[in-house]
């Protein structure tokens, strides 16, 4: 079906905020279809607590491949208990190689208070530079502004909390109706 007959589910803005001992994932609440707004207190940031293991989650994208996704990773830190990083990259590797997974489309923002990393479907697994990511139709705007106020005095969880609020005003796909989760290193 063409775009133009069916325009597809947009939006969402995710970041994540590492500071002083603390990382914030936030998600915005708004999930849109083409120009109408279907939903605005979607929760696009999970806690996952695999084996007692505390990891955060934000996810942008289709909602049932992000769960899909979330899922895998949660076995994948089950099989390996407080690796973070190696979870993330072995469930990479499966999401490019997989010809189901293959198709899902959806970006991950995780942390276990560590490391913060974001997981896409072409097999990267990056760590930020400037302790900061961002993902989704309005992650560019949150991004900048959050980057920017990375000097300041503000904690990790005000930081995202200013930065979302700013991609809000500025991206029609993102609202101020946020879930936040922080976890402590």
Known sequence: MADDQFPGWHGTTI???KKGGEVVIAGDGQV???QTVIKGTARKVR???PGGYDVVAGFAGSTADAF???ERLEAKLEATP????R???ELAKDWRTDKYLQKLEAMLIVTDGTDLL???GAGDVLE???EVAAIGSGGNFALAAARAMMDSDKSAEQVARDAMAIAADICVYTNGRLTVESISS
């Open 32 to 34: 849109s279809l083409g």
């Open 47 to 49: 806690r996952l607590s």
């Open 15 to 17: 970041i994540g905020v």
């Open 128 to 130: 930020p530079e400037h």
């Open 68 to 70: 899909t996704l979330l």
């Open 118 to 120: 974001v997981i896409t």
């Open 82 to 85: 407080g690796q973070l990083a």
């Open 87 to 89: 979870a993330s990259v």
